[in-house]
């Protein structure tokens, strides 16, 4: 033991060397010099718990006036607590430090600092339950201090061990076994909700072997999405586009949920819909990937021919519709994605028209650009084997209700013409009627012309009662200053 003691001055300097070494640089180098003398370190701790063992906290302090220095950057060091059992020999040699009755104010620091270092041992290293149980009843540390520690390490261990791990410059896949994978899926169904599993959460979703199937459990992705409608959940768009891409019900399920709020709220303001729409991640989803957007476009469609053209599903497209375009343009700079796969049975030509917005053109082409989007619409309808036919021409005119709004304010504003323009009550008469043949659509024009027309004669009466009306009070009204001038 003697001898022991005699050589540890002499070595305790040169080990002090090393770790102010390792801790100021992260090189390749160093690592290897680490690697290399991790053994030889081992065995110095040993010795100085040797050493340490058989002296009280103040003396330790006398003889080793750096002593908290080494052990601090030892317990830093993550290649030193990973290797064999240098991890407890530390704690052995921290409790030595420890103080059990605190006589000033500088020996009650040294034991919460000596205390926090253990808490980050403990919450670091794989110890078994019971030698977690023994420090806690030894120094008298509450598991509330170091548990909340040891998930957190823990989880971010699953999150690393997930995710491919790179190493100056060397690719370490540590790759969990599909086995593993789907039982740690399973494990966090019921912990999901808790802040501390958000990571692993989004590393499984993220999560991408080389396995020809599903790994992660279906349970997994139901309590995940359940999570996320109920807003128990915070997650980026990319696990929520990685969690629809994977699970098919997630993303039905999802639409359902926004289907129910449209239709189910009494005079939704096309406001209220938007917020909707963007709670929802679903508009961001759909410019991601063209196969969550033709799910959404699906569904949306259903709805509609169930509900004979409910006007709330009916907002909800166009609003969702606006909300795609928008964000197709701020995602998609150079779109990953040709629009031919967002719309596979359209016309290139006219979704490239209706994409732009009535109010990003000057006003004055407004009734150009209705003309030729009804020219396109009326060619497709009459070629009855071109992009599915009219009811598909018709839903991808609906998904652009500015479009139709625009078409109805031209007609109004057209009352000075003899006859409304024939282009404009064609569009609005097929926005109203897509299954109607010539025949009925003709009845439809004829119909919409005549009310317009009443429209405009009901404006008309009405400009000429007011006119008779402000007549009558402007007579009134110089008969009374007459009145009032004869008696001054």
Not at 64 to 83: D, H, N, R
Not at 276 to 302: T, Y
Not at 347 to 376: A, F, N, R, T, Y
Not at 430 to 448: H, I, K, L, N
Request: contains cysteine; aromatic residues 10%.
């Amino acid at each position: 033991m003697a001898e022991d003691s005699a050589g540890l001055p002499s070595n305790y300097q040169f080990w002090m060397q090393k770790l102010s070494v390792w801790t100021q640089a992260s090189t390749l180098e160093t690592q290897r010099d680490i690697c290399l003398h991790l053994p030889q370190f081992q065995e110095f701790l040993r010795r100085m718990y040797e050493t340490l063992k058989e002296m009280d906290s103040n003396a330790i302090i006398e003889r080793f006036p750096t002593i908290c220095q080494l052990l601090a950057k030892s317990c830093w060091s993550p290649f030193i607590l990973a290797y064999d059992e240098s991890p407890k020999i530390l704690i052995w040699c921290l409790c030595c430090l420890i103080k059990k009755d605190p006589q000033n104010s500088r020996e009650s620091k040294l034991n919460s600092w000596t205390r926090r270092l253990l808490s980050h041992i403990v919450s670091t290293s794989r110890f078994d339950i019971k030698e977690v149980g023994l420090f806690n009843q030894v120094l008298g540390y509450a598991p509330t201090d170091y548990y909340p520690g040891l998930l957190k390490n823990m989880v971010l261990s699953l999150v690393s061990e997930l995710r491919e791990n790179h190493l100056n410059g060397f690719s370490s896949q540590r790759r969990m076994s599909p086995e593993r994978v789907r039982s740690l899926s399973r494990i966090c169904v019921p912990l999901l909700t808790l802040p501390d599993f958000e990571p692993l959460v989004e590393a499984l979703l993220t999560y991408h072997g080389h396995e020809p199937q599903e790994v992660l459990c279906p349970e997994f992705f139901d309590a995940v999405n359940e999570a996320f409608l109920l807003k128990k959940i915070s997650l980026p768009t990319s696990a929520i586009l990685c969690l629809w891409l994977r699970h098919l019900p997630s993303l039905e399920n999802t639409m359902l949920h926004l289907l129910e709020k449209l239709i189910s709220s009494e005079r939704n303001s096309l406001r209220r819909i938007k917020c909707f729409m963007k709670d929802s991640l679903l508009p961001e989803a759909a410019a991601c990937h063209p196969a969550i957007f033709r799910v959404i476009d699906e569904i949306f469609r259903s709805a509609l021919l169930e509900t004979d053209g409910a006007p709330e599903v009916l907002a909800g497209l166009q609003v969702f519709t606006r909300c795609f375009v928008e964000a197709l343009e701020k995602e998609n700079k150079q779109l990953k994605f040709a629009l031919k796969t967002y719309f596979p049975y359209a016309s290139p030509s006219l979704v490239m028209v209706l994409l732009q917005h009535p109010k990003d053109i000057p006003q004055g082409l407004w009734h150009q650009s209705l003309k030729h989007i009804s020219e396109m619409l009326k060619e497709i309808v009459e070629d009855h084997g071109s992009y599915g036919g009219p009811f598909e021409s018709w839903f991808l005119f609906v998904h652009f209700g500015g479009w139709a709004d625009i078409t109805a304010e031209q007609l109004l504003m057209s009352e000075a013409e003899a006859e409304p323009p024939e282009a404009l009550l064609w569009l609005l008469a097929f926005s109203c009627s897509p299954g109607a043949g010539d025949q009925q659509r003709a009845r439809t024009m004829m119909a919409q012309t005549d009310a317009i027309m009443n429209e405009i004669i009901g404006f008309l009466d009405y400009t000429l009662y007011r006119w008779d009306h402000l007549c009558v009070e402007a007579h009134r009204s110089r008969k009374l200053a007459r009145e009032l001038l004869t008696e001054l």
